[in-house]
């Protein structure tokens, strides 16, 4: 079931629509409708277009390594305050096409005292590869099971194309 969700090239959104284009030509050519069936077959096609030149860009980018930094301890500081720490990742020079960026997640579970835990997210986009930084950001002293994930990501948010290993790690965070 990992490898269905590391693959499956749809967002939440892209999904959406790539389903409603679907129901849409089902009924305009139960209805024999030409503008239902055109409507219906674009909004499958161009999902399925972006998802395809996803595909193949992350192939790309996949080609050569991606490299995660996160040696850099992290202390808590009050959200607000300027600054923040990272979290860089170096990836390949080449650039992504025209509708396209280069999403660089960090997320998980973060833990603070004994029973207080809540999700942590923070993410960065970019054109072009290179060397990348995510700034990450806690309040409160605790750990992070840190989650790595890279992906190609088109500026609609209909489409995603994950590439490189997903990277898990455990963190603590300092007291500032």
């Not at 999904?15 to 129901?23: K, L, N, Q, R």
């Amino acid at each position: 079931m990992r490898r269905f969700f590391y693959y499956y090239p749809f967002t939440a959104l892209g999904t959406i629509v790539f389903v409603a284009g679907f129901v849409l030509a089902i009924t305009g050519s139960a209805e024999r409708d030409a503008y239902h069936i055109t409507l219906g077959l674009l909004a499958m096609g161009v999902p399925a277009l972006l998802a395809g030149a996803a595909r193949l860009q992350a192939r790309r980018f996949a080609a050569e390594e991606v490299q995660w930094d996160a040696s850099a301890p992290l202390a808590a500081q009050a959200l607000g305050r300027g600054g923040s720490r990272t979290v860089a990742v170096r990836l390949s020079r080449t650039p992504v096409w025209f509708f396209f960026r280069v999403r660089c997640a960090v997320g998980g579970p973060y833990s603070t005292g004994r029973s207080f835990r809540f999700a942590f997210h923070n993410e960065t986009n970019t054109p072009s590869g290179g060397r990348v930084e995510v700034p990450v950001r806690v309040p409160l002293t605790g750990s992070i099971e840190a989650r790595r994930t890279t992906e190609v990501r088109d500026l609609f948010g209909l489409t995603r194309a994950r590439f490189g290993p997903e990277e898990r790690s455990a963190q603590q965070v300092l007291p500032p």
